[in-house]
């Protein structure tokens, strides 16, 4: 597994490249970077799976990078490492799916603790989708939107076929050899709607015929419908439905 440390001093980067055993978690020797541009080359040239970053850098801070990096590589967790213990900042991180805020000067026990969960997630994941793809549903069947643009219908078609997976508009950018905004844009014109708010929309419909034809747990739901964080999937269930999953599946059961 590869881990990305990006903070703009370079005393802090050395820090905890040097302090935490990665191999003893599974990683490789860290790669790192000293800006957002930086860090985003690292996401260019080779996957990463888990990233440690500071909140406060020029020309592009921590969230900035971690909002970026959720629209292109979903699969990645992120640990934010910094000295600013404002709770605006604690709160945007946590709403963009940060696995933890750890203030410097870094407890590193604490640090090694969450390094350990992060690890049995990652590990534990496709044991859970193995099991959950035993009852899983059929996909749900594309839809046809009336465009002049030709790319319209099989960007559509890349999202349904991969709904129950993570899914970077860099890949579907690829598939297709476009350009990622130009994905973006052309998406949002022809469709009415960002390619990124689509997507989850779509994965909270699949998310409701699960809860309300199957009875797989409400965590491997979230998982077969792409969402790589639970509190995250919650969060967003709510906002779409204005219940919980639980709350939700027992309602449709008694009608």
């Known amino acids: 597994m590869n881990v990305l440390i990006v903070d703009d001093e370079a005393y802090a980067v050395n820090a905890l490249a040097t302090r935490i055993e990665w ?145 970077a508009i860099a890949d579907i950018a690829d598939v297709l050899h476009l350009n990622a905004q130009y994905v973006m844009r052309i998406f949002k014109k022809e469709v009415g709607c960002p390619i990124l708010q689509y997507i989850i929309a779509k994965r909270i419909a699949l998310a409701v015929r699960y809860l309300e034809e199957t009875s797989i747990s409400v965590a491997d739901v979230a998982i077969l419908c792409g969402f790589d964080n639970y509190s995250y999937f919650i969060r967003i269930f709510k906002r779409y439905t204005n219940e919980t999953p639980i709350v939700y599946r027992k309602n449709a059961k008694k009608t």
Request: with cysteine; glycine share 4%.
């Open 23 to 167: 191999e003893k978690f599974g990683f490789t020797a860290p790669h790192t970077a000293r800006s957002m541009a930086q860090a985003q080359a690292v996401f260019l040239d080779q996957p990463v799976d888990l990233m440690l970053c500071d909140i406060e850098m020029p020309q592009g801070s921590g969230l900035d990078l971690f909002e970026w990096v959720k629209s292109y590589y979903p699969k990645t967790e992120c640990i934010f490492v910094t000295c600013h213990d404002e709770y605006s900042y604690l709160r945007a991180a946590m709403q963009l799916g940060s696995c933890d805020y750890i203030l410097k000067p870094v407890d590193y026990d604490q640090l090694n603790e969450t390094l350990e969960e992060i690890v049995k997630r990652l590990s534990s994941r496709q044991k859970q989708i193995t099991v959950a793809e035993k009852d899983k549903l059929k996909p749900l069947a594309g839809e046809t939107v009336t465009s002049t643009n030709p790319y319209i219908d099989q960007i559509i078609s890349y999202i349904t076929d991969h709904l129950t997976e993570p899914i």
